[in-house]
């Protein structure tokens, strides 16, 4: 009922910049919190960036402390998307990036459901 899609992975040098999207589509209702999770290989999922959506003009977004000041998250909610501007990437970066989204759909409402995406590769080159 739901898919979430993400772009915008790839290749980069140390030092240089990528910009990931995911756009949430299906029956929607309402977007709740949306974010990105990484998986680094022989390493457990963990939690990047997450964006909890507020009124129209605010959100508040909550960083891992290793991206903090060079990662940005942000959220077109009329588009239902999410994106992830990361900067002064490091080798260390290189992960699958995964997108998450709770999402209450028409057979949930008003409960959201959490749901993932395929994931993207980034790749930092040192």
């Known amino acids: 009922q739901v898919q979430l899609v993400e772009s915008g992975g790839g290749l980069a040098q140390s030092g240089g910049s990528l910009r990931l999207s995911c756009a949430a589509s299906g029956s929607i209702v309402s977007v709740r919190t949306m974010g990105w999770y990484r998986q680094a290989p022989g390493k457990e999922r963990e939690s990047v960036a997450l964006?909890?959506?507020?009124?129209?003009?605010?959100?508040?977004?909550d960083y891992a402390d290793s991206v903090k000041g060079r990662f940005t998250i942000s959220r077109d909610n009329a588009k239902n998307t999410v994106y992830l501007q990361m900067n002064s990437l490091k080798a260390e970066d290189t992960a699958v990036y995964y997108c998450?989204?709770?999402?209450?759909?028409?057979?949930?409402?008003?409960?959201?459901?959490?749901?993932w995406g395929k994931g993207t590769l980034v790749t930092v080159s040192s």
């Open positions: 998450y989204a709770e999402v209450a759909h028409r057979g949930s409402w008003p409960t959201a459901e959490n749901y």
């Open positions: 964006i909890i959506r507020g009124d129209a003009t605010n959100s508040a977004a």
